[in-house]
């Protein structure tokens, strides 16, 4: 399967720390893949280094055979990457509606004499973009809270609506930083459901940072795994979790050995 | 706060010895003696003793608050009013036994005549006590009242104060006609007297009072009678609401006369320049403390292409109207140019870098090196008065139109473009720029278009400052400028367009018309906006987004995700 989302030896470097290190990854069109890895590992910042909040110093970031790399993030959600953060950053004092027509704005064409005129192109975008967020609210189920503000909505909403106007934008890839925090057994497996839904109705290759074992186990195809900014596996939930490096990076060296045996002994059991 | 259950004595003494501090500093800064020889009421209430009523008032209304019961509020209320009393005493007999002239010029002997009614310090302390420890009570009364007849109270007596003050400028123009004589005579007292008279006071607050208590309660009503007529009948009705208040508008001057004409001008212009800044600032969320350097470039532009001085190294002598949109072009210009070293800057930085252009605009308009070409420190003479259409603009009530015209375009203009995708992208990069650059918004855009279209507005107030005065000195062009515009549009509220022209009465309009007081307009300033940001931080008139951010704690309950 052709890859939509190519990271070619890219290296990111804070001062004299390196916080991704020659990291090479392919994510495959129309897939759920995963970034996993011990806090601190480089996932985040591997994850701005796509969007273009930084600029890696070393490598490539290909978004479909084009270099993304060095653009500015407006510039990568024009391509057709869009994210939403680890910590929620709604636009909190707008309504959710709001939110969403904010996401949809690199499709309206409205300059500011369209504005001041109303000009038939002006009618046009706002009816598009009115029409499109209350699609999308209906779509993570949040139909009817369109006039809410945004920070009064319970947690698993805001999270949802952080979902929906990151879809506003249209993207062919999203990128989903830790989608579960803070969300308990229940909603998360609502969260699960509802992510591989989005790729299954709506068509988006989606990457996500997660912590959650159990649902990036259940979904991913394939996943990641950093530690201090490097790669140290990769391959689909069975390999990982039999890997004895990324046992030992989570876990620490004695815990490897032994969850070896453990693994081990299951096998021939 | 929590209600508590017990009578709060310390409240009610600390609130008490509050009011008493401002009552002494009300006293030794002199604003109690000047305010003194304006009467609100003639004969019965000074402008002086207004201010300490007031200060003592919402000591106890705030006192009586929180209570537990009605009477223990009138009691705390009163304990209030005793507390600033006997502070008020304190200071009376210490300025009356010892001299203290030397450090506080003040506290003079007329400063205790007119604290003890001028009877002298044993009977007149006594006096003091009881008139304030009254007014005291009726702070607390005020608060035991139901809150719709609390409001047409205040109300009433807000308005009774007003009149009273503008009592000379009302009567000025009154008397332009003739058929009202007797009632304004009525009204006002004749002669020499200062403001309203007693029975004129009565009845003003009595029609005030009544008139919002009867619309209060009957505003409903009509509300929902209006919204059951049928849509075109809503239309023409809306229309003709329109039509009534454009025909005020435009007969304005007629009515205001020349004096009030000119205080409406100049409030329209800081109103001009305020729906500029509150593009910037209000909706973008871009701090910009250097906004008088479009208001200037705006007045030498025009002063450059249209002065008629023959001083300055090349003459254009340009038609006005030719001049006008080169200025505003140049304006916007001059936005971009000063917006782009910016554009990576938030907060507080951004707000030292342009407090830094405004004043590099005024010191190049002050260089000699620029002398040649704008005059330096001798300013732009010689600018003429526009023609319209063979009407001179060069009197306040001619300029007036153009200053209106000026206000309903930004008006118009602020509207649209905060209805739409941009206003949209604004609220957004106000919220967080990050997350608003990653929704695809193009940030350097997005700036740079807030920056021009202020610097247009502020650029046309200029243009028109400058024709208005028909001289302009780089002094005119002051960083006080830049703080009252933005004082201005915080006190009506960030990013409300009504707010702005709330403001601008409030901070331009009413200091021009209290000229007599302009020695305290910076410490009047002051306790506003201190006041204001404790009492209500988003302003008189909120933006619906800029109310939410300052009621975070006070959120609807959502049901919680476990």
Same mark, same amino acid.
């Given at each position: ?49 796509? /969007? ?57 064409? /409205? ?112 996943? /990641? ?45 | ?27 030794? !800064? ?310 782009? +070293? ?70 118009? !203009? ?83 367009? +009504? ?64």
């Amino acid at each position: 399967m052709a890859s939509v989302l190519s990271a070619i030896n890219v290296t990111k470097q804070f001062g004299g720390l390196t916080a991704v290190n020659t990291l090479n990854l392919e994510v495959a069109e129309n897939s759920i893949s995963s970034v996993i890895g011990p806090n601190g590992a480089g996932k985040t910042t591997f994850f701005n280094c796509v /969007t273009g909040f930084y600029t890696p110093e070393h490598g490539e970031i290909k978004y479909k055979d084009n270099r993304i790399d060095g653009l500015r993030p407006d510039q990568v959600t024009q391509m057709g990457i869009s994210r939403t953060y680890q910590n929620i950053r709604l636009f909190s004092n707008l309504t959710a509606l709001e939110n969403i027509m904010v996401g949809y704005d690199p499709h309206l064409k /409205t300059g500011w004499l369209d504005a001041v005129l109303r000009t038939k192109r002006y009618h046009d975008d706002e009816k598009a973009a009115h029409e499109e967020a209350l699609k999308l609210l209906r779509f993570v189920g949040l139909a009817g809270s369109g006039d809410l503000i945004a920070r009064n909505l319970p947690y698993g909403a805001q999270r949802r609506l952080e979902i929906a106007r990151a879809l506003a934008s249209k993207p062919g890839l999203l990128l989903l930083d830790e989608p579960t925090a803070g969300m308990n057994p229940n909603e998360t497996g609502e969260m699960m459901h509802f992510i591989r839904d989005l790729r299954d109705s709506l068509g988006i290759t989606i990457l996500l940072i997660e912590h959650d074992m159990r649902l990036v186990m259940g979904i991913s195809e394939q996943i /990641t795994v950093l530690d201090f900014g490097e790669k140290i596996a990769e391959g689909g939930p069975k390999e990982i979790q039999s890997n004895p490096r990324v046992i030992e990076a989570y876990l620490g060296r004695g815990a490897a050995t032994e969850g070896m045996a453990t693994t081990s002994g299951n096998k021939s059991g | 706060m929590s209600t508590q259950n017990r009578f709060d004595w310390l409240k009610a003494v600390q609130l008490g010895a509050i009011a008493g501090i401002t009552g002494i500093l009300i006293s030794l !800064v002199g604003m109690l003696q000047q305010f003194d020889s304006r009467d609100i009421i003639a004969g019965s209430l000074s402008m002086g003793w207004t201010m300490l009523f007031l200060t003592v008032i919402v000591a106890s209304y705030f006192s009586a608050a929180h209570q537990p019961s009605k009477l223990l509020s009138i009691a705390a209320s009163f304990v209030t009013g005793l507390v600033f009393g006997f502070v008020m005493c304190l200071l009376t007999y210490a300025v009356d036994t010892f001299d203290l002239r030397q450090t506080l010029v003040n506290a003079s002997p007329a400063l205790v005549k007119i604290l003890t009614f001028e009877d002298g310090v044993p009977t007149g302390l006594v006096e003091l006590v009881v008139t304030v420890t009254i007014a005291g009570v009726v702070g607390g009364v005020i608060y035991i009242l139901p809150q719709r007849i609390r409001k047409a109270v205040s109300l009433g007596l807000t308005v009774m104060v007003f009149l009273g003050l503008m009592q000379q400028i009302i009567q000025v123009t009154l008397s332009n006609f003739p058929q009202v004589n007797s009632a304004t005579a009525w009204m006002f007292g004749r002669g020499t007297q200062k403001g309203l008279s007693f029975n004129g006071a009565i009845v003003v607050f009595l029609v005030v009072t009544l008139s919002n208590l009867f619309w209060e309660s009957n505003a409903t009503k009509v509300n929902s009678q209006i919204q059951k007529m049928p849509e075109n009948r809503q239309r023409s009705l809306r229309i003709l609401g329109y039509g009534l208040l454009l025909l005020v508008v435009l007969y304005l001057p007629v009515l205001l006369g020349l004096y009030l004409t000119e205080v409406v001008n100049v409030t329209g212009l800081f109103i001009l320049m305020g729906l500029g800044l509150n593009i910037v600032v209000g909706f973008a969320g871009l701090l910009d403390l250097g906004y008088v350097a479009f208001y200037a470039i705006g007045a030498y532009t025009v002063g450059v292409l249209t002065s008629v001085s023959g001083q300055l190294s090349t003459a254009f002598e340009w038609n006005f109207w030719w001049a006008l949109p080169v200025c505003i072009f140049v304006c916007v210009m001059a936005g971009i140019v000063l917006g782009i +070293p910016v554009l990576n800057m938030r907060g507080d930085y951004l707000a030292i870098v342009t407090l830094g252009f405004g004043e590099i605009i005024r010191i190049l308009a002050l260089s000699d090196f620029l002398k040649p070409h704008i005059g330096g420190s001798q300013g732009i003479v010689s600018i003429p008065p526009p023609d319209f259409f063979g009407v001179l603009l060069n009197k306040p009530q001619t300029l007036y139109y153009l200053i209106v015209a000026g206000c309903l375009l930004a008006l118009f !203009v602020s509207q649209r473009l905060r209805d739409s995708r941009l206003g949209r992208s604004w609220k957004a990069m106000r919220e967080d720029e990050d997350v608003a650059q990653a929704m695809g918004i193009n940030l350097v855009a997005t700036k740079l278009l807030a920056f021009a279209t202020g610097a247009a507005f502020s650029g046309l107030s200029g243009t028109i400052l400058a024709i208005k005065l028909g001289t302009i000195y780089p002094h005119s062009f002051a960083l006080l400028i830049s703080i009252n515009v933005l004082s201005l549009i915080i006190v009506g509220g960030m990013g409300s367009i +009504p707010g702005v022209f709330i403001g601008g009465l409030l901070l331009a309009g009413l200091p021009e018309l209290l000229r007599e007081f302009s020695e305290y307009r910076l410490l009047i300033y002051g306790a506003l906006l201190v006041v204001m940001m404790q009492v209500r931080p988003e302003g008189f008139w909120p933006e619906e987004t800029h109310k939410r951010e300052f009621h975070e704690n006070e959120q609807v309950p959502t049901q919680e995700a476990a």
